[in-house]
């Protein structure tokens, strides 16, 4: 997907994690501190283009492309369904950490799903092949930073 230059949006959902992820998106190009913000608005890919109200409050979350993503990565998803749902309703691949605790008609909306035990050293490995990845593509295509921060769409803790 990276090689089509597509926009991905990154959701954290363990407070532990947040060191990793941050790591993780400074080295490919995509941290923000404007884009680490919290998934605290229900809807948020899906009415996009809803009522008033709800385009001020994107308008304090910004983050970059209006667009939605192609791909949304979430970090061990049985916590935050409802980025799950949005992102099915938008057709939009997702990349889910998955625990075996997951809900079936959860786990069947995920288009790639990764089963794992949620711990930090395996969420590590993960966040350091998707930094491995990007950075490889990053070197085959010639691309500078700015074409890379316009490829992440944002990063987002879910926590509870």
Known sequence: MDENKARFMFVNTNSLWDEIVEQMTKKIGCYSPSMNTLWRTGGFLTNSHSPKKFRSRRKKIVFGQTQPPDCLVVFVSERKSSVILEAHRLQILIVSLVDSDMPIEYYNKITYSIPCNSSVQFVYLFCNL?????????????????EIETRC????????
């Open 130 to 146: 998707i930094t491995k990845t990007f950075m490889l593509q990053q070197k085959k295509s010639g691309a500078d930073s700015a």
């Open 153 to 160: 769409v944002g990063v987002f803790g879910a926590h509870q």
